[in-house]
């Protein structure tokens, strides 16, 4: 089964085939990571406009390095929430139409459950149920992934989501944004146990999470080293900053694995890209007898790949989009 892949949640406009949800025919990606670099983020207006001229030509560009014609795509799958209202329509708009005019069914896809679904293309034994971490700019879940398509949320951000923080962090700290890899790249070179940093606790919520406070650590230590005249270790806090975040994502993931009783432990999203935090997971995991999969950095950020891989458990599973299927800024994992 042959599948179009649509995903257009932030400001990366992606398009892939996908055989059989697990094998990549190609996957092109247009990135406007340069472009927003210029204002330290992400500006919707901007992102929405640019999947508007690009995602055409992408699709023809996917097509062709496949070696298919329209004819022979059997299903178009789209991210359809969460993300950029703005942006996350243009892809929805455009998947309907491709839908439409060739007859075909249309696949609703939840970005973060693409996520996830990355590591059945990197790992093709890979099976639920397992232990998901899901960790994006834009989203922090621990998920029980009972079968493709039966998710369960054990434990979720209260606020900031891990990538935001980041994205943050990097940004008081002078680095470009995106922030993830330079945040990685600088923490290489601290020394650690500098910055005393807060590790948050929702009380009565033992797997839940929040980074707000983390990050507003973050912002006060920088500004009051610029008003003050102190100097500031940016390669330390840069590390003592990420050591904090995968204190708060690690032992939970690993109690949560226990909990539910899951020996495998798969980490997804743009966070899992992080040296520290994949190096911390595979430790821990190795310590418990887990066994740990994580994608290669290609497969962490967006893609359409693994909308694509996703959409055919989706559609094995019966779900299909409609001409007025809608997009969605926010959305439950397990209401997708």
Same mark, same amino acid.
């Given at each position: /089964?042959?599948?179009?892949?649509? %995903?257009?949640?932030?400001?990366?406009?992606?398009?892939?085939?996908?055989?059989?949800?697990?094998?990549?025919?190609?996957?092109?990606?247009?990135?406007?990571?340069?472009?927003?670099?210029?204002? &330290?983020?992400?500006?919707?207006?901007?992102?929405?406009?640019?999947? +508007?001229? +690009?995602?055409?030509?992408?699709?023809?560009? *996917?097509?062709?390095? *496949?070696?298919?014609?329209?004819?022979?795509?059997?299903?178009? *799958? #789209?991210?359809?929430?969460?993300?950029?209202?703005?942006?996350?329509?243009?892809?929805?708009?455009?998947?309907?139409?491709?839908?439409?005019?060739?007859?075909?069914?249309?696949?609703?896809?939840?970005?973060?459950?693409?996520?996830?679904?990355?590591?059945?293309?990197?790992?093709?034994?890979?099976?639920?149920?397992?232990?998901?971490?899901?960790?994006?700019?834009?989203?922090?879940?621990?998920?029980? +992934?009972?079968?493709?398509?039966?998710?369960?949320?054990?434990?979720?951000?209260?606020?900031?989501?891990?990538?935001?923080?980041?994205?943050?962090?990097?940004?008081?700290? &002078?680095?470009?944004?995106?922030?993830?890899?330079? /945040?990685?790249?600088?923490?290489?070179?601290?020394? &650690?146990? #500098?910055? %005393?940093?807060?590790?948050?606790? +929702?009380?009565?919520?033992?797997?839940?999470?929040?980074?707000?406070? $983390?990050?507003?650590? #973050?912002?006060?230590?920088?500004?009051?080293?610029?008003?003050?005249?102190? /100097?500031?270790?940016?390669?330390?806090?840069?590390?003592?900053?990420?050591?904090?975040?995968?204190?708060?994502?690690?032992?939970?993931?690993?109690?949560?694995?226990?909990?539910?009783?899951?020996?495998? #432990?798969?980490? *997804?999203?743009?966070?899992?890209?992080?040296?520290?935090?994949?190096?911390?997971?595979?430790?821990?995991?190795?310590?418990?007898?887990?066994? $740990?999969?994580?994608?290669?950095?290609? $497969?962490?950020?967006?893609?359409?790949? /693994?909308?694509?891989?996703?959409?055919?458990?989706?559609?094995?599973?019966?779900?299909?989009?409609?001409?007025? $299927?809608?997009?969605?800024?926010?959305?439950?994992?397990?209401?997708?």
């Amino acid at each position: /089964m042959l599948i179009l892949a649509i %995903e257009s949640s932030c400001d990366e406009t992606a398009v892939a085939v996908v055989e059989d949800g697990r094998r990549v025919l190609t996957d092109q990606i247009a990135s406007q990571a340069d472009m927003h670099a210029l204002y &330290g983020g992400v500006v919707p207006e901007i992102a929405s406009r640019k999947h +508007v001229e +690009v995602i055409v030509q992408l699709a023809d560009a *996917a097509l062709s390095e *496949a070696g298919i014609g329209r004819k022979d795509l059997d299903a178009v *799958a #789209v991210t359809y929430a969460p993300g950029l209202i703005g942006a996350v329509l243009v892809g929805v708009n455009f998947a309907k139409s491709v839908a439409y005019a060739l007859g075909i069914p249309l696949i609703p896809v939840h970005h973060v459950r693409g996520h996830i679904a990355a590591n059945y293309i990197a790992f093709p034994e890979l099976k639920p149920p397992f232990l998901a971490l899901a960790i994006s700019g834009g989203n922090t879940l621990i998920v029980d +992934v009972r079968d493709y398509t039966d998710l369960q949320v054990i434990g979720a951000t209260r606020d900031d989501a891990a990538g935001e923080c980041f994205d943050k962090a990097a940004r008081v700290l &002078g680095l470009p944004y995106p922030g993830g890899a330079p /945040m990685d790249a600088l923490a290489q070179q601290g020394r &650690g146990g #500098v910055y %005393e940093l807060p590790r948050a606790h +929702v009380s009565g919520s033992e797997f839940d999470m929040s980074f707000s406070g $983390l990050k507003t650590a #973050v912002v006060n230590l920088a500004h009051n080293a610029s008003q003050t005249g102190k /100097m500031l270790d940016k390669a330390s806090l840069a590390l003592d900053f990420t050591r904090a975040v995968s204190d708060m994502l690690v032992p939970r993931a690993m109690a949560a694995a226990e909990l539910c009783g899951r020996s495998a #432990v798969v980490a *997804a999203g743009g966070v899992a890209a992080n040296s520290i935090i994949r190096a911390d997971l595979q430790r821990t995991c190795a310590e418990r007898g887990y066994t $740990l999969y994580v994608p290669p950095l290609s $497969l962490c950020g967006d893609n359409a790949a /693994m909308i694509g891989c996703q959409g055919y458990y989706e559609y094995l599973a019966g779900k299909r989009g409609n001409t007025d $299927l809608n997009a969605y800024a926010t959305m439950e994992i397990t209401d997708a």
